[in-house]
């Protein structure tokens, strides 16, 4: 009961779980595990030996909106999702494409059960992020950082490497390199 549209790639000792929809000229590299009712849509670029967990969605339109007069109006998303190698991501986890780059996600990266991840957000190789997370659109974080539960981050905010965020902080400014944060 899977679904692939034409010209995806699927590299070999991939492992497709039921239900999944895989979409038009998405790569998955070699060695990965996709789970049980994952979306991943179109364009989208899966690295080697990657786990992505039960109903996780890879690519969907980011939040953005344009205010014309009386009326919102739905700003294009065109970018797309790029996963490095060695990635997992936990289930129900969303990452959305870019609006007009590509929203990036390093190697090694771990990612938790239930995040949400914006359009643009680049993330650096080996970065852990715990469930209930949300990253707002355009952030960058660095390599080797760690964030604790339920932290949420503002758009447009650039977090250094090696920074460790404690659980339920919220995160409105730019953070140095080797920083440890709470609140």
């Known amino acids: ?6 010209n995806a790639c699927i590299e070999k000792d991939t492992i497709i779980l039921p239900n999944t929809f895989i979409g038009k000229n998405v790569i998955i590299k070699s060695n990965c595990k996709i789970g049980p009712n994952v979306t991943i849509y ?6 080697e030996n990657c786990i992505i967990h039960a109903g996780s969605i890879i690519g969907s339109d980011g939040f953005g909106f344009v205010k014309n007069d009386s009326e919102l109006s739905k700003m294009p998303q065109i970018g797309k999702v790029s996963i ?3 990635v997992e991501i936990g289930a129900n986890t969303t990452i959305d494409r870019g609006t007009f780059e590509d929203t990036e996600i390093g190697n090694g990266v771990k990612l938790d059960n239930l995040i ?35 932290v949420a981050i503002a758009d ?3 977090i250094g490497n ?14 140095k390199d080797n920083q440890i944060i709470q609140g």
Request: hydrophobic share 35%; with cysteine.
């Open 42 to 47: 179109d364009n989208c670029t899966i690295g």
């Open 84 to 86: 490095g190698d060695n």
């Open 116 to 150: 949400q991840i914006g359009h643009n957000v680049k993330i650096g190789k080996n970065t852990v992020i715990a469930a209930q997370c949300g990253i707002a659109g355009s952030t960058k974080i660095g390599k080797n950082c760690m964030l604790g539960g339920q």
């Open 156 to 158: 447009h905010i650039e």
């Open 1 to 6: 009961f899977c679904v692939v549209e034409e």
């Open 162 to 175: 090696n920074v460790k965020i404690a659980g339920k902080s919220g995160v409105i400014k730019n953070v």
